[in-house]
């Protein structure tokens, strides 16, 4: 069933929440109303208050922007801790790759520290392209990143930041692998999908608190 529309000249609270919220995690109204399994237009008209969004589309945009319901209703957030302690990092593999968060969850950002393996791993070969956008900075070894038509070969101290709806793909360079520090701004797939991409997750458990890309 369609949203209902709000009364004449009543604006919701959600509309302009919905669109700060976006605007915080970096997509445009294409861009989030595709993750978020809605036609831009309907997008729109819950931004401008022209519809009233039902409790599915308040779920699935709140997961589109890595927040609560709540706070899409205008509720106050808690407060979020700003520290990560290595002792709370465990360290989570999947398809070769080792992940542990160097930042907290629930953020506009993720970040990671990944440490890629010798070559030959399923993810070398994944091409991965979605909204948002992805800085990597490398810490040891050597990583090639295709990025687009190009590509680049970075070693220690290297960094990329780039939109990640270029496609690109990230393999290691050389036989000792590489580790980087790796945040994105996507937040709206489901955990497998960003790190691994859907090809290599398939036949792989999703790894716990790994986010996707």
């Known amino acids: 069933m369609p949203d209902p529309a709000p009364a004449p000249g009543d604006l919701p609270s959600v509309a302009p929440t919905l669109r700060a919220l976006r605007h915080r995690a970096g997509l445009t109204l294409e861009a989030a109303a595709r993750a978020a399994e809605l036609s831009p237009a309907h997008l729109s008209r819950l931004e401008t208050g022209h519809r009233q969004p039902s409790l599915p589309v308040l779920l699935g945009l709140a997961r589109v922007y890595g927040t609560t319901v709540s706070e899409l209703l205008g509720e106050t957030a808690p407060d979020r801790e700003a520290v990560v302690r290595a002792a709370d990092a465990p ?60 590509t680049h070969l970075l070693g220690p101290g290297d960094s990329a ?37 859907p090809e290599a997750n398939a036949g792989h458990p999703t790894p716990s608190g790994v986010p996707t890309s």
């Open 91 to 150: 360290e989570t593999r999947a398809g070769g790759w080792s992940y542990r968060p160097a930042g907290a969850p629930g953020r506009a950002m993720q970040a990671l520290k990944v440490r890629i393996p010798l070559s030959g791993g399923p993810q070398d070969q994944v091409v991965r392209v979605h909204p948002g956008e992805e800085w990597l900075h490398v810490l040891t070894g050597r990583l090639r990143l295709d990025l687009g038509d190009t």
């Open 161 to 197: 930041h780039f939109d990640s709806l270029t496609p690109h793909r990230l393999a290691p360079d050389g036989p000792d692998g590489a580790e980087l520090l790796f945040v994105h701004t996507l937040l709206q797939s489901p955990t497998a999908a960003l790190c691994l991409g």
